[in-house]
C-alpha cells in the first residue's frame, strides 16, 4: 500500500512547500492537493491557494513522490485546458503527476465567480464528456469531439504526458453514475470512508467494471481519513465522540494501524493523510512522522 500526504489548502505557500519537502525526506509517496478557491463555509476570507499553480511549484521543488490534485472540479476549467496543464506538470516533475477529476460540488465558490452550477446529473454528464476529451488529447495525435458541452476540432495537445498513461483519477462514490465513470476511464478512484465503506463501495467498482468488460485490477484505490494518533486515552476518547463530518481514525500505534492493515484486507491500494485537524506544523510534523514510521510498517 503507497501512504500520501494532504496538506490542508488554507495553509500558506511557504508551509505547504516545507511539509511536502519533509514528506519526501521521510518516506511518504505522494502528496495530494485540494481544488478550492475558499471555504465551503466559515470565514470565506481564509486564504486557498489555487491547486494546479501549487501542483507546478511541488512539481520543482519535491523531487520523487507522486502529485496530484485531489480532486479537480471539472467545472472550473475546460478539460482540454486542464488536459495541458497536467501534462506540462508531468514534465516538470519528470513523470510524476496524476490528474485527479471530480464533478464539482462546492457551490459558494461556482456562484461567487460567476461558473454555472447545474445539477446533479448535469454536473455528471459534464464530467463524462470530460474524460472522453481528456483521454482523447493524451491518447491521440489529433482529437475531434462533438459532445453537448464540449466541443473540439481536430485538436492536438503537445507535448503529451511523460507518463503512459499519465493516470487519471476519479474521484466520488456516486454509485449508479460516478462510479460507473471510474470503471469507464479512469487508471485511479479515490473516495473519503471508513473501512466498510471503502469495501462496499469497491464492490460496486467492480460490478460497473464487469459491465464495462474491464478488469478492476486495472484501477488503483485511494481513500483517506483525517488521523488522531495519540497514547492518551482522553484525547482518543475525545476525538471519537467529536461530530467530525469526515471520517476519522483515532487511536494509539496499535489500533490505527489495525484500521489502516483492514483498509489493505478490503482492497485498497494508497492511504492519504490529510492534516486538516493536526494543528500547526510544530504539532502536526510529530504525528506525521510517526504515522509513516510505526504505522504504515503494517501495510508496506
Not at 2 to 19: K, M
Not at 251 to 273: K, M, P, Q, S
Not at 279 to 295: A, N, Q, S
Amino acid at each position: 500500500m503507497r501512504f500520501s500526504y494532504w496538506p490542508a489548502p488554507s495553509l500558506p505557500w511557504s508551509e505547504v512547500l516545507l511539509l511536502a519537502q519533509h514528506a519526501e525526506e521521510s518516506g511518504w509517496d505522494g502528496v495530494w492537493y485540494a481544488d478550492h478557491f475558499m471555504p465551503s463555509q466559515g470565514d470565506l476570507s481564509t486564504p486557498y491557494g489555487e491547486a494546479w499553480t501549487t501542483l507546478a511549484g511541488l512539481a520543482a521543488a519535491v523531487p520523487r513522490v507522486r502529485i496530484g490534485a485531489m480532486v479537480s472540479g471539472n467545472t472550473y476549467r475546460h478539460p482540454a485546458v486542464l488536459a495541458n496543464m497536467a501534462a506540462t506538470i508531468d514534465h516538470i516533475s519528470g513523470g510524476r503527476c496524476v490528474l485527479g477529476l471530480g464533478a464539482g460540488w462546492q457551490e459558494n465558490e461556482h456562484r461567487a465567480y460567476g461558473i454555472e452550477f447545474s445539477d446533479v446529473p448535469g454536473r455528471l454528464a459534464r464530467l463524462e464528456e470530460a474524460c472522453q476529451v481528456i483521454r482523447g488529447l493524451f491518447d491521440n495525435e489529433r482529437t475531434t469531439f462533438a459532445g453537448e458541452y464540449y466541443q473540439l476540432d481536430e485538436a492536438s495537445m503537445m507535448p503529451k504526458p511523460v507518463q503512459q498513461p499519465l493516470p487519471l483519477l476519479i474521484g466520488g462514490g456516486g454509485e449508479k453514475v460516478t462510479l460507473r465513470i471510474a470503471a469507464r476511464y479512469a487508471d485511479e478512484w479515490n473516495y473519503w470512508g471508513d473501512v466498510d465503506t471503502i469495501r462496499h463501495k469497491l464492490s460496486v467498482l467492480d460490478a460497473h467494471c464487469r459491465n464495462e468488460g474491464r478488469d478492476r485490477g486495472e484501477i488503483s484505490t485511494s481513500a483517506q481519513a483525517l488521523i488522531v494518533l495519540s497514547d492518551d486515552a482522553e484525547t482518543v476518547a475525545k476525538a471519537r465522540a467529536g461530530d467530525s463530518p469526515l471520517p476519522l481514525i483515532a487511536g494509539n500505534v496499535d489500533e490505527v494501524r489495525e484500521t489502516i492493515a483492514a483498509y489493505a484486507d478490503a482492497g485498497l491500494d494508497e492511504f492519504i493523510v490529510p492534516d486538516f485537524n493536526m494543528g500547526p506544523r510544530e504539532r502536526k510534523v510529530p504525528v506525521l512522522d510517526r504515522f509513516i514510521k510505526e504505522v504504515a510498517t503494517v501495510a508496506r
